[in-house]
């Protein structure tokens, strides 16, 4: 069990210039934080600062408005967000499949107002029920939407109309 207030965290390994290692320790003893601090804040500043691609209706997005405690949450905001470019293959098919969903997944079409109830039960799954899409759609096109349907209804969450 891990101990209250402690976030999970991830190992990252990264190459550094001699002279960036030096500025990074420099900053190090400067501030007092360890090496993740001082990067993690770095970070999270260029994040503030740096704008997201730009939408007519939502020029000042920056990245830290992506963030969500819920991975579904922030990859649909990422997906969704209409200044998204270079989506991967991956992704277009996931944010069809989000799209052809979307009230499983949020409030409106455009995907603009997640729910995080309903995305944190089907996140876990979201592979399968893509899969299972792409399986299904041709010959049954509301059969992964059923599926999602039960699994909302099985953890007392109240499922949207479906098929529409």
């Known amino acids: 069990m891990k101990p209250e207030g402690r976030t999970k965290t991830q190992a990252l390994t990264v190459r550094l210039s001699d002279r960036t290692r030096f500025t990074l320790e420099a900053l190090m003893r400067a501030t007092g934080l360890s090496m993740t601090g001082v990067l993690e804040r770095a970070v999270e500043d260029l994040a503030r600062r740096t704008h997201a ?34 989506p991967t ?31 944190g039960v089907l996140w876990p799954n979201i592979s399968e029920h893509v899969a299972h899409w792409r399986q299904t759609k041709a010959s049954q096109p509301y059969a992964a939407g059923l599926e999602m349907h039960d699994r909302l209804a099985a953890a007392g969450i109240d499922p949207p109309k479906w098929p529409r």
Request: without cysteine; hydrophobic residues 30%; glycine residues 4%.
């Open 53 to 86: 691609p730009v939408a007519k209706d939502d020029p000042e997005t920056s990245w830290s408005d992506y963030w969500h405690v819920d991975d579904g949450i922030r990859t649909i905001r990422i997906l969704s967000h209409p200044g998204q470019r270079y």
């Open 89 to 119: 293959r991956e992704e277009e098919d996931l944010l069809d499949f989000l799209r052809r969903h979307w009230e499983f997944f949020a409030d409106d079409p455009d995907l603009r107002q997640p729910r995080p109830e309903p995305v």
